[in-house]
């Protein structure tokens, strides 16, 4: 196995599993106080609202467009580039005094007097009652695969590694969400989907841990169930280092590369990951530990000669 680093002694994770544990814990909670008092800014998709599609025959003045709004009353307007950099996407929320027509004719004609060339490629509109079933289905969606998760691993390893493992990823899931809650992000479909990539991603790096956790019983007998957790995790930093880089990386080149289109998606990949790596391993593993894991539920234990004789007819 490919190694970033050699470590020689076993890091002592689990003597500090109180304070990271209390540390996470008051994490969560700021994070639910957040979505209680500011609760998610909800974008078009789940409010309802008129998307506009613009195109122009030279590259698209992002800022100049949402100016030109701003000056229009449309303060709360999104604008993003879509596609191609010639392309723009303008997001309005429901305006009860203006129809859905009207607040599209309006918003073209301030752009087309603004910039003669701009071109309407087309307007949709979302209803409230499809982005209410919208956001409905969506925690719908994370509940289906929070359950999936917990089943997997019961079936895989053992019930106190499900419990551990949905804990430690629907952490990470209300801070990401606290996170947006608390700074305002628009949180859309796309963040969504981003949120449900992190709760498949925040589980293999459990499950990877788990793993190791299971071999280690096997082959520590002597060791206490301490030792072997913090063994599993030590021998498993080098890969959880090296695959978290790497995907960080393609993450931080969509964050700043990627446009409006992928920057909160990519912001919210990046507290996943950056929560994932710490719940994965200072959250799901104390929480195994604290439920009563032991090498008795992966390893029968022996039988003594004397036993084996009375078991004989």
Same mark, same amino acid.
């Given at each position: 196995m490919?190694e970033f680093?050699?470590i #020689?002694r =076993?890091?002592?994770?689990?003597?500090?599993?109180?304070?990271t544990?209390?540390?996470?814990l008051?994490t969560f909670?700021?994070?639910?106080?957040?979505?209680?008092? #500011?609760?998610?800014?909800?974008?078009?998709d789940?409010t309802?609202g008129t *998307?506009?599609e613009i195109n122009?025959?030279? &590259?698209?003045?992002v800022?100049?467009v949402?100016?030109?709004?701003?000056?229009?009353?449309?303060? =709360? $307007?999104a604008?993003? +580039? @879509?596609?191609?950099?010639?392309?723009?996407l303008?997001?309005? &929320?429901?305006k &009860?005094?203006?129809?859905?027509? #009207? !607040?599209?004719? #309006?918003v073209f004609?301030?752009?087309?007097?603004?910039d003669?060339?701009?071109?309407l490629?087309?307007v949709?509109?979302?209803?409230?009652?499809v982005?209410?079933?919208?956001?409905?289905?969506?925690?719908l969606?994370?509940?289906?695969?929070c359950?999936g998760?917990?089943?997997y691993?019961?079936i895989?390893f053992?019930?106190r590694f499900?419990?551990?493992?949905?804990? $430690?990823?629907?952490?990470d899931i209300?801070?990401i969400l606290?996170?947006?809650?608390f700074?305002?992000?628009?949180?859309?479909?796309?963040?969504l989907?981003?949120?449900?990539?992190i709760l498949g991603?925040? *589980?293999?790096?459990? *499950?990877?841990?788990? =793993?190791?956790?299971?071999e280690? @019983?096997?082959?520590?007998?002597? $060791?206490?169930v301490?030792?072997i957790? =913090?063994?599993?995790?030590?021998r498993?930093?080098?890969? +959880?280092?090296?695959?978290?880089?790497?995907t960080?990386?393609?993450?931080l080149a969509?964050?700043?590369?990627?446009?409006e289109?992928?920057?909160?998606? $990519?912001l919210?990949? +990046?507290?996943?990951?950056?929560f994932?790596i710490?719940s994965?391993?200072?959250?799901?593993?104390?929480?195994? !530990?604290?439920?009563?894991?032991?090498?008795?539920?992966?390893i029968?234990?022996?039988?003594?000669?004397?036993?084996?004789?009375e078991?004989?007819?």
């Open positions: 490919l680093f050699n #020689k =076993d890091i002592p994770f689990m003597s500090y599993a109180r304070v544990t209390m540390i996470s008051v909670i700021l994070a639910v106080a957040a979505l209680s008092i #500011k609760h998610l800014n909800l974008g078009v789940f309802g *998307v506009m122009y025959p030279h &590259p698209a003045e800022p100049k949402r100016d030109t709004l701003t000056q229009i009353g449309l303060h =709360d $307007a604008v993003q +580039t @879509f596609g191609t950099s010639h392309d723009i303008v997001r309005l &929320p429901v &009860p005094e203006l129809s859905s027509a #009207k !607040l599209s004719e #309006k004609q301030a752009l087309s007097a603004s003669s060339s701009a071109k490629q087309r949709e509109f979302v209803g409230p009652q982005g209410k079933e919208l956001y409905e289905n969506g925690a969606a994370l509940l289906v695969v359950l998760i917990m089943a691993l019961a895989r053992e019930w499900a419990v551990a493992a949905i804990i $430690a990823n629907m952490h209300v801070i606290g996170c947006f809650a700074f305002q992000w628009e949180f859309s479909l796309t963040v989907a981003g949120v449900l990539a991603y925040s *589980v293999n790096e459990s *499950v990877v841990v788990f =793993d190791r956790i299971r280690n @019983f096997r082959k520590m007998r002597k $060791a206490s301490p030792e957790i =913090d063994n599993a995790i030590t498993t930093m080098s890969r +959880t280092i090296i695959t978290h880089s790497m960080q990386l393609m993450v969509m964050l700043f590369l990627g446009g289109a992928l920057h909160y998606f $990519a919210a990949l +990046t507290i996943g990951i950056i994932g710490y994965s391993v200072l959250v799901a593993s104390p929480i195994v !530990l604290w439920l009563g894991v032991s090498r008795e539920q992966f029968k234990p022996e039988k003594k000669e004397g036993e084996e004789a078991a004989l007819p």
